[in-house]
């Protein structure tokens, strides 16, 4: 398979789920951040682990100290994954609202987009933050993370669809894209 059609892939599969993600309840999406913030925490040396080889490959590569601290990942930095689930929910909140002269209501409410693309370089809490942002706001994600993280994003993102997809969130609304190749993007 090409990396087009790898991505293209992960991409239709984010569609197909996207509406469903859509009109998932709070209390499932809820249910999923908080399953999927147990499960990195559970999953702590896997992770760290996977970072610990990004991390020897950004030293052998002589990676600036600036990158390696936003490469590093420590216990702290994972249990702050757990934030995301404490949010209210954005969906469904009225923004504005008014009644027209002609007796028509005019109201602004927040609603998922559908399917969101981030690419973003070495900082793997960015997966599990973005994931859980996405979720968080009925959004499917595709995610594309520097390959100076990519071991600790391959672990992160993968322990993260396990765990929601288990907690009701619809499989394909997390997709992330483990591929160093430039022709991804």
Known sequence: MTTYEMVRTKAEAAHR???ELAVTSTVIKNKALLAMADALEAGAAE???ANAKDM???RANNMKESMLDRLALSQVRINAMRQVA???????????GRRLPNGLTVTKVRVPLGVIGIIYEARP???ADAIGLCVKS???VILKGGSEALQSNIVIAGILTQAAEAAGIPAGAIQFVDSSDRQAV
Not at 86 to 96: S, T
């Open 17 to 19: 789920a996207a509406g």
């Open 47 to 49: 992770i760290l682990a």
């Open 56 to 58: 020897e490959a950004g």
């Open 86 to 96: 404490q949010l209210e929910d954005p969906v469904g909140n009225v923004l504005d």
């Open 125 to 127: 809490n960015v997966t």
């Open 138 to 140: 009925g959004n499917a």
